[in-house]
């Protein structure tokens, strides 16, 4: 058990963008009411599916994986993850590209300050502060899988 916890608590690790700094200056985001609430619904919706159960959020993350990176997915092991932006952070970060890939994403790549949560069950198992990014592409929006490096 306790090396599943290790697992675990390296994921969200990577989730949490924790491999170093976010490169840039943060400035907030100039974004319109709209695209800021597609930011805002696709937090809620990862959330809920969490909260549904691990099977519902890993086909959510599976199916809002950034399209360039479909192939790269990771197993949760049955955790959840419960994400908490803080909007006042949200930022453009056009030069960043996930760890251990030489691309960068299609479409308007954005960073925001987390704190993340991950439960396996109904037990709290860790939690840490760090960054996502998202990328808005052809009016939706998309994430990356837990073990890309958030």
């Not at 998202?134 to 929006?141: N, T």
Request: aromatic share 6%; glycine share 10%.
């Amino acid at each position: 058990m306790a090396e599943r916890i290790v697992v675990l608590l390296a994921a969200l690790a990577l989730v949490a963008g924790c491999g170093g700094p976010v490169a840039g200056t943060a400035r907030p985001v100039q974004l319109g009411d709209g695209e800021r609430a597609k930011f805002k619904e696709y937090y809620e919706r990862v959330n809920k599916a969490g909260d549904e159960g691990a099977s519902q959020q890993a086909k959510l993350l599976k199916d809002t994986q950034h399209p360039d990176f479909r192939q790269k997915t990771c197993d949760l092991r049955g955790a959840t993850i419960k994400v908490e932006p803080t909007w006042t952070t949200l930022r453009a970060d056009a030069d960043w590209t996930p760890a251990g890939e030489k691309s960068h994403p299609s479409g308007a790549v954005y960073v925001v300050a987390v704190t993340i949560t991950i439960r396996q069950k109904d037990q709290i198992i860790g939690s840490q502060i760090g960054s996502m990014h998202v990328v808005l592409l052809d009016d939706e929006v998309y994430g990356f899988a837990p073990c890309l490096g958030g």
